[in-house]
């Protein structure tokens, strides 16, 4: 029998393609990237009240990826939905386009600008309390890293979204397990996080965030309860789709040869594992 | 409004406020200048409580769907606490955020080093597109408001809502304005020293030492023309701030005078990489050199002695 969700399955790798042939002549964060992929694709075509048509509607959902890096995915999903030629993908790092490292709201279907951790949860939070101000049915995604979790300002902001009721923001943890170098229980374990985030007043669930079925399950109903705001940690895996590197630590930004690129496209396809031997980048 | 009611910030904003919807008025807790409006804007007034960076994530969000927060906090903490938020949310998207900055300078007489905002005008004209607005009295900020509220530039307000006797030329962005004539020295300044610089000019007046006070109003958008205009008419020049000397106004005096090959003395009176002692305003002016009668002096000696600093 086919899976109700051959066609997410098959979309995500397409995205992961996409953010592996980005990991070349100057690569990209490559982890995190395919560590949310299944998050993104699942909101962009089960969740998400938008579209490109729909871009300057205000009434639309509103996507905002906090932690930046793994944009990658995002440019892949939004370029495979249909907001950009998915031919534009290979302008990445050029000088001559905004396909670069993090997001850019130059490019349709950004929604702001992130890079430096912990801002995009409180913009989010303001996106969602005008659209409450002015009556509106949007409800904001807000995507933040575990490592990101670790800023002061995620947790300033967590608390004013609870006691400002913001009930049509949804805040989804990428929780792979890793800061950009450790293992974040390593570094500053965050455990038991989604027990935190309920006593920070968030209707919390926890998830497998590569499980479709579970990620639908999580979206079903918004809010969570109503009057809160809605929290979902989504476990799951740096590099997802690719044996080799998937949960390493040393792999978080790659730069891979033509070669190496080949040989993951092949290992995403479920070929041999591929053997990496470019050396890792120690990015921060 | 009603032409008996007191023309305060707060009722300025709240008729603004009126006027526009798109205006919300947002706090992280600071509501000295704004007790009564949460009453009258209902949903339209915001305090997110002590959460300056959440202040200003929220407010560059309610910007992004049409809105022009104006935002309230103390100078030190909006500006250094919350810096990266306005860099990144505020300047690189060019969001009109109103950022309004309580007790900065010497206002922030007693509190001590940590509440002196005297590095803001150098922080906020570091960021691109930034407007940075420092009244010289409240009639100043109350007419300075509606401009800059009406610009779709973000913009810092160095909140100064002192009483003044000062008679003000109508207020437009980047442009200066001239409060006393004279030839001996020109003095430029902004903000809450401006009425203090204009009783010292008037003193020196009295024996026959002629001043030319220049009131900036703007930091950005600057009035060079004015700086020039100031430089040519005497030939030397003093500038006077609450505000270290790195990166505030004394240096952006002098940028402009080296960009139009003007050479010409500039003393600087200004907080020279300290600062300064917690004290009630009137004594931090005495004790600081800032009061009229010790305007005076220093103007007197840098009008007389060819500008040499002494």
């Known amino acids: ?284 | 409004m009603s032409g008996l009611a007191e023309r305060t910030y707060s009722t300025v904003l709240r008729e603004l406020a009126s006027a526009d919807p798109r205006i919300v008025v947002v706090t992280a807790e600071n509501r000295a200048a704004i007790r009564d409006l949460p009453d009258r804007l209902g949903d339209r007034f915001i305090d997110v409580g002590i959460c300056e960076q959440t202040m200003i994530g929220m407010a560059a969000g309610m910007a992004l769907r049409g809105r022009i927060p104006v935002v309230h906090a103390l100078a030190t903490f909006l500006t250094l606490r919350a810096f990266e938020f306005i860099r990144d949310d505020v300047g690189i998207a060019g969001l009109p955020v109103k950022l309004v900055g309580g007790v900065p300078g010497f206002l922030s007489d007693a509190n001590g080093p940590t509440h002196q905002a005297i590095e803001d005008i150098a922080l906020m004209r570091g960021i691109p597109g930034m407007h940075v607005v420092c009244p010289a009295d409240e009639s100043e900020l109350l007419e300075a408001l509606p401009v800059v509220l009406a610009s779709p530039a973000p913009t810092y307000i160095r909140f100064n809502a002192s009483r003044t006797d000062l008679a003000h030329t109508p207020f437009e962005l980047g442009r200066a304005e001239l409060l006393t004539e004279g030839d001996d020295l020109a003095v430029l300044s902004a903000g809450l020293l401006v009425p203090h610089v204009k009783a010292a000019a008037d003193l020196l007046r009295e024996e026959g030492i002629g001043v030319r006070v220049t009131n900036l109003r703007t930091i950005v958008p600057l009035d060079e023309q004015a700086i020039v205009g100031a430089a040519r008419a005497c030939g030397r020049l003093a500038v006077v701030e609450d505000h270290l000397l790195a990166g505030g106004i004394y240096q952006v005096v002098c940028e402009v005078l080296v960009r139009h090959r003007l050479s010409v003395p500039v003393v600087p009176i200004g907080l020279d990489g300290r600062w300064f002692r917690p004290a009630l305003l009137p004594d931090v002016l005495d004790r600081e050199g800032f009061s009229a009668p010790r305007l005076a002096e220093r103007f007197r000696r840098a009008a007389t002695n060819g500008g040499n600093p002494s």
């Open chain 1, 1 to 284: 029998m086919t899976s109700p969700h051959a066609d997410l399955e098959t979309l995500s790798r397409r995205v992961r393609a996409h953010a592996i042939r980005m990991a070349t002549r100057g690569g990209c964060f490559l982890g995190a990237s395919l560590s949310c992929a299944d998050i993104l694709v699942h909101l962009y075509q089960r969740v998400l009240r938008t579209s490109p048509e729909r871009r300057s509607d205000p009434g639309r959902d509103y996507l905002l990826l906090s932690k930046g890096h793994d944009v990658p995915a995002l440019y892949g999903t939004l370029a495979e939905t249909g907001y950009f030629p998915v031919a534009r993908l290979a302008n990445h790092l050029s000088p001559d386009d905004h396909i670069y490292w993090h997001p850019n709201r130059a490019i349709p279907g950004i929604e702001f600008h992130s890079g430096s951790l912990g801002h995009l949860l409180s913009v989010g939070m303001g996106i969602a309390l005008e659209a409450r101000m002015s009556g509106g049915p949007s409800r904001v995604f807000v995507i933040v890293g575990d490592g990101e979790m670790n800023e002061g300002s995620v947790w300033e902001a967590l608390q004013v979204a609870a006691a400002k009721q913001l009930d049509n923001l949804v805040l989804i943890v990428d929780r792979n397990g890793f800061q950009a170098n450790v293992a974040t229980e390593s570094l500053i374990p965050l455990e038991p996080l989604a027990e935190k985030l309920s006593v920070f007043g968030f209707a919390t669930t926890e998830i497998d965030g590569h499980d479709h079925a579970a990620l639908e399950a999580a979206f079903a109903e918004l809010p969570r309860r109503p009057g809160r705001p809605t929290a979902v940690v989504a476990r799951t895996v740096r590099n997802k789709g690719l044996p080799s590197l998937e949960g390493r630590a040393e792999r978080w930004f790659v730069n891979l040869s033509s070669d190496e690129v080949r040989m993951l496209l092949d290992e995403l396809e479920g070929s041999a594992r591929a053997d990496i031997r470019s050396e890792p980048l120690v990015v921060r």
